[in-house]
């Protein structure tokens, strides 16, 4: 285990107990294999050769890092330890959306042909009670941001930004001080990222179509506050007229280096291209947040 200390405050600002976290992470009573399930890179959105291992009861996720990905966490470790506390809520709750990095993990093996290799511990964001119909990973670009056949072909696709904006989706909340809210959680959120100097990152959307669900909306909350308390896990919800969305910023690891640093050069500048993914932290961030006020939520009121 790697910065125990460090992880040990991580999860008590989202309201994770010890023994419940090494209850689930740990082997169970008189068994002699993991209950985990490996998600390998094929079942995974975009380019990462990452692999996954998930939890048997769908709250955990481990994910293997590359070097890159070790050294940013550990960089901002501290940091992020700082900004995830300055978030804490009421009855254990957090508002961050920020990935929730909870156990860092070096296994090393006794079989040569196996690689050793590094795996980060992180909540699922999307195990809630709900069935996700949907999902979509979205990062305020729009140059070639659309799905491609290879993905929509997968048993489970994660569509992208211009796939969103084709259908019209919206996340409706019921009040203009609900969509004020999580856009501050948001510009917290994506403002630190930017102070650390990180790009890349998306907010994954879940959706739960009521339609295609058993559930119904009378036995759902009609805020924010009631419906996390009826979900069993931590996971972010907002429910809508025609479903419920399951939310969280992911994929926060990418900080703007030289390699980055030249592909805003020469994809975006030089060759005249608008709006592509690469962008410095700060025109990031704020493309990002426009994006979501603009294309992602809106209210009734």
């Known amino acids: 285990e790697l910065f125990p200390d460090d992880f040990k405050k991580i999860r008590a600002a989202f309201g994770i107990g010890e023994a419940e976290y090494y209850a689930v992470l740990g082997l169970q009573k008189n068994r002699v294999e993991s209950g985990y399930s490996v998600v390998g890179s094929a079942e995974a959105s975009g380019r990462s050769h990452s692999f996954f291992f998930l939890s048997a009861d769908q709250q955990y ?4 890092c590359t070097k890159q990905d070790v050294a940013t966490l550990t960089r901002i470790l501290g940091s992020f330890r700082e900004h995830v506390t300055s978030c804490k809520s009421g009855a254990g709750g957090n508002s961050s959306l920020l990935p929730r990095y909870i156990g860092l993990y070096k ?7 196996f ?3 590094t795996m980060v511990v992180m909540t699922n964001f999307f195990a809630g009670a709900y069935e996700i119909h949907h999902k979509y990973d979205l990062k305020g670009s729009t140059y070639k941001r659309f ?3 290879k993905e929509r072909s997968k048993r489970s696709p994660v569509y992208k930004d211009l796939d969103w904006m084709g259908e019209g989706r919206r996340i409706t909340f019921l009040s203009v001080e609900e969509v ?5 959680r948001l510009v917290k959120d994506t ?5 650390q100097g990180l790009i890349d990152y998306s907010l994954l959307v879940g959706v739960h179509n009521l339609k295609k669900g058993s559930i119904k909306t009378d036995k759902i909350g009609s805020n924010a506050e009631e419906r996390e308390k009826r979900e069993p896990m931590r996971v972010i919800t907002v429910k809508c007229t025609e479903g419920i969305y399951y939310l969280g910023i992911v994929d926060i690891l990418t900080p703007f280096k030289l390699s980055k640093k030249a592909e805003t050069l020469f994809s975006g500048i030089l060759a005249c291209r608008q709006n592509i993914s690469c962008q410095p932290p700060s025109k990031y961030h704020k493309r990002f947040i426009s994006f979501c006020e603009n294309e992602i939520f809106t209210s009734k009121a």
Do not use: C, F, G, M
């Open 61 to 64: 996720i481990l994910k293997s």
């Open 107 to 113: 296994l090393v093996s006794d079989d040569s042909t």
């Open 115 to 117: 690689p050793n290799a």
């Open 147 to 149: 799905a491609s056949e």
């Open 180 to 184: 004020k809210s999580i856009r501050q």
């Open 191 to 195: 403002r630190y990222l930017s102070e």
